[in-house]
């Protein structure tokens, strides 16, 4: 920390309670009262320096030499800063540094003590050692906080400026050209480490390792004093990056809520602080959230999501909680589905609050269609092409994600089928590579909600399509007792047909392969007359070959069984047992019987 000294007199001064008596061994003739503290010392002393304190003095005084009183209560300061002010009027041994120099520089203003009452007076003093604080960076966090205190004078001479000026333009560059930040204040000690070498004392410092190292200097800043460092950091060009994550270090520090509902990889930022009054801590929301930058992905997810929770319970503004909604919609596909699952605060019977959900989805789906519109059609730009999948890759995340929320949500008694229903037709049907996600959600709440009609069953299960369910889905829909009769046909009935285009297109690839192996009749032989086939083709054809094998098979099967069945009837025929012989002799007469040769039964 920078020290100015001033003075070369040794102390002269000492208290008695609230008083602070010169001992010079000269009766005090002035009485200066500023709060509780009285000050017994001198008028020649005073009035050589300030012309404030002059004009009072002349004013006071009788002329009869007797002792007077004054008044001090609006000095900047109060009685500290005047303590050091009537030490350097008496030349005393004074140190400055840059905790106290912008309150004595503000008293030394509000006394008007400048170079006309004494050359080298206060002001000039004050102002060149101020320069040299704003040198570094951490006696100029130190004398910004000090503006704290005399904030309106501070105001008036331009020093809170200064100093943000100063820490902002020492952010935005190369840390090791200034000094080096506070080190979280865990310790009185300084940065500065000392070594010996060869007797000799030298100074070494730590580099900071990232480029987050002034971020927990700057949150030891009132609100105020941090926006206003923020907006300078941010009008110098610092990324946006940087920015957000320096204002959701600040977040974690003075907001207890955010701690408590969400456990972060980062250590803890700092001391404990005193959890705030709740109207203090929803203002102090508000005004992070217009701190964040608006550009997409600066801020992550869970932190947005994080931060909506907080401001639900703390009954933040309807423009903060849309705003929050909005920033966690464009970029819903990067949260997962714990950040979902935020509590209930209104009057909602649910667990969980689905409707703060339909707004985010939809929040999503109006920057997804904005973005759309942004880029024509005609317009194709170099990689669009190539690139044409991974434009699709969030809405089907999105998708897979909210298929999830629905099926987490569902077990609830109170989630109506209406809400269900507007939650899971929001997602576009081309959203969805398979639907076994939202089977899922829908076997749940079928599961939770058995008193539901037949008619709207089927109205649920309409949201699904069969088509695009898989082998796993498909088996457990057929056997799924919940499920209408409908459905379940209509499951049986494409898996039906997926099975037979199947087992058509196995023989299609192997006639293809055939053909375009041999178009000529010659192609493709060696040179003793054997084909030559490729690895995918002796695949295909091998399996080709099972499935006629196990087709020959069961040819020859079926006919060893008709072969036995007619052995087996002309075995009962030669025993007598013959249906047609007997009904036969029934109708004939017995005169015209006779005797038929074994060949024609036999026929």
Request: proline share 5%; aromatic share 8%; net charge neutral.
């Amino acid at each position: 920390m920078a020290i100015l000294r001033l003075g070369s007199k040794s102390e002269a001064f000492h208290r008695e309670g609230n008083s602070w008596i010169c001992t010079s061994g000269l009766p005090s003739d002035v009485n200066i009262n500023i709060g509780e503290m009285s000050f017994q010392l001198h008028k020649f002393p005073l009035l050589s320096r300030s012309r404030l304190l002059r004009k009072l003095i002349e004013e006071c005084s009788n002329g009869d030499g007797a002792s007077f009183s004054l008044r001090l209560d609006d000095l900047p300061g109060g009685a500290i800063a005047f303590e050091l002010i009537s030490k350097f009027c008496y030349g005393v041994k004074i140190e400055l540094n840059a905790q106290n120099v912008v309150s004595v520089r503000c008293a030394a203003e509000y006394l008007h003590m400048t170079d006309e009452y004494g050359k080298g007076n206060l002001i000039s003093q004050t102002e060149s050692f101020l320069n040299e604080v704003l040198g570094n960076w951490a006696d100029s966090i130190r004398a910004l906080e000090a503006c704290e205190e005399v904030m309106a004078h501070a105001e008036d001479l331009h020093i809170v400026s200064r100093c943000i000026d100063s820490l902002a333009t020492k952010a935005c560059a190369d840390p090791s050209l200034f000094g080096w930040p506070l080190a979280g204040r865990k310790s009185n000690q300084s940065p500065e480490t000392t070594s010996l070498w060869n007797g000799i004392s030298t100074m070494t410092k730590t580099k900071p390792t990232s480029d987050n190292w002034w971020y927990e200097d700057v949150t030891f800043l009132s609100l105020p004093l941090y926006r206003r460092l923020i907006l300078a950091i941010e009008s110098r060009g610092m990324r946006p990056e940087s920015i957000a994550a320096s204002v959701v270090y600040y977040a974690r520090r003075y907001l207890p809520l955010m701690n408590r509902q969400s456990s972060f990889d980062d250590a803890n930022p700092g001391p404990n602080i005193l959890n705030p009054s709740e109207s203090g801590q929803r203002a102090l929301l508000e005004e992070i959230v217009g701190l964040i930058p608006n550009k997409k992905g600066v801020t992550s997810t869970k932190f947005l999501i994080r931060l909506l929770r907080t401001a639900m319970v703390l009954h933040a503004s309807p423009s903060c909680r849309e705003i929050l909604e909005k920033r966690v919609g464009s970029q819903l596909d990067q949260a997962s589905l714990v950040d979902l699952l935020i509590p209930n605060m209104g009057h909602s019977e649910t667990l969980y609050d689905i409707d703060c959900v339909q707004r985010i989805l939809d929040h999503f789906f109006l920057e997804e269609q904005a973005a759309a519109v942004a880029t024509p059609d005609n317009i194709v730009e170099e990689g669009q092409l190539t690139n044409e999948s991974n434009s699709m890759a969030p809405m089907t995340t999105v998708a897979r994600l909210i298929d999830g929320f629905l099926a987490e949500v569902a077990p609830d008694v109170n989630f109506k089928l209406p809400k269900f229903e507007a939650l899971a037709s929001s997602i576009p049907d081309y959203a969805r590579p398979l639907d076994d996600g939202l089977y899922h959600a829908i076997d749940m709440y079928l599961k939770a909600h058995p008193w539901i009609t037949h008619p709207e069953r089927e109205q649920l299960c309409r949201l699904m399509n069969c088509q695009k369910l898989s082998l796993d889905a498909s088996t457990h829909a057929a056997q799924n007792e919940r499920l209408p009769l409908r459905v379940i046909v209509q499951v049986l009935f494409f898996e039906q047909l997926r099975l037979r285009k199947s087992i058509s297109g196995w023989f299609f690839v192997s006639d293809n392969l055939e053909n375009s192996a041999n178009p000529s009749g010659n192609v493709g032989l060696k040179k003793d007359g054997s084909h030559h086939a490729t690895d995918g083709e002796d695949d295909v054809t091998h399996r080709v070959s099972e499935l006629e094998k196990d087709c020959s098979g069961m040819k020859e099967e079926l006919r060893k069984l008709v072969k036995y069945k007619r052995s087996w009837k002309n075995f009962t025929r030669r025993l007598g047992f013959s249906k047609s012989q007997s009904c036969c002799s029934k109708r004939s007469k017995p005169s015209n019987l006779r005797a038929i040769p074994p060949s024609t039964v036999n026929r």
